[in-house]
């Protein structure tokens, strides 16, 4: 069996999870081929999993000051340029497309007949898990935007539905110092970060920003650009996690038992579920805006017991490799079986 595996190249959130299959795959011998799109190929970094991949522009949406802008958006994606993207990319040498919300795969899978399954948090997103800001545009994005022929998607809670376990792959916790504090707010000013932080200088906040605040900052403040090995050794040792409302990253900090702080991308309907689900979980403190007493309290909270999540990437692919792709619940089921919740989660519901 041969696979194209078409990623989304917007945040890292994506590429994490793919980066779990990546391994997975190589592990059972599947021969993958990688398409990446949503970013240009400079912005890519720490790809070697991935061989020789492809990229090419797809859509993605553009930011301001920690919103989305639909002006930007608009101007930013160009149809005609994602038809022809959809129409150059030659499907025949393939037996499968998996796709984690990625167009260009996806609907190009489409007009080939070619059988495409969708691994993507965005799928979990169509049962009645938590969300905020449904609409008749976010209905449709969710199902036309990567449109497959089955769909699995991934949450921190199944909510009652067949849904994955979250892909994780984290270092052990060897050690830990409380007063490290890991921030990854990649929407956000780089100015507005540092005059957020810059009133807790008992804390060393760890920062991946790809830019830098044009105004001087403290020395507790310690500025990187992202590094994949480097950001997951902070991960592993710091004492609390302070990012945006993406999916991987939570999932990382939930299974590692590191408290999270979260500020959401307004106008993101992803991201604004993403708080509504870590509300009701009782999973993260969360911040519409960078709130300094919001950090005051949540700095000095306690951290939760780490939760224990599988390696979903092998059972995925062993589950690929058997062929029948419409057992997808069950598959759900056996996975949850060897995940033990918070006591305090095993009743939520949305």
Known sequence: MRILYGVQGTGNGHLSRARVMAK??????VDVDFFFSGRAPEQFFDMQCFGEYQVETGLTFATNNGRVS??????????????NEINSLDLSPYDLVLNDFEPVSAWAARRQGVTSISVSHQ???????????????????LNYFAPVDIALGCHWH???????????????VIAVNSHEILVYLP????DDIAKFLSPFKDYRFHVYHGRTPKLPYLSHIKWSGFNRDGFKLQLSTCGGVIGSAGFELASEALALGKKLLVKPLLGQFEQLSNVAALELLGAAETMITLDGETLRRWLKSSDPEPIHYP???????????????HSGDKLCRQLWDEVDLPQSWRKKSP
Request: glycine share 6%.
């Open 24 to 29: 997975s795959l190589q592990k059972y011998g």
């Open 70 to 83: 639909m002006a930007r958006t608009a101007w930013k994606n160009s149809v005609p340029s994602l038809l």
């Open 123 to 141: 799928a979990a997103l169509k049962y009645a898990v938590p969300k905020v800001g449904e609409t008749w545009f976010n209905e449709k994005l």
């Open 158 to 172: 199944h909510f009652g539905f067949p849904i994955l376990p979250p892909f994780v792959e984290v270092d052990p």
């Open 187 to 190: 929407f956000e000013e780089p």
């Open 311 to 325: 390696q979903v990437g092998d059972a995925l692919v062993q589950w690929l490799q058997a062929g029948d792709w």
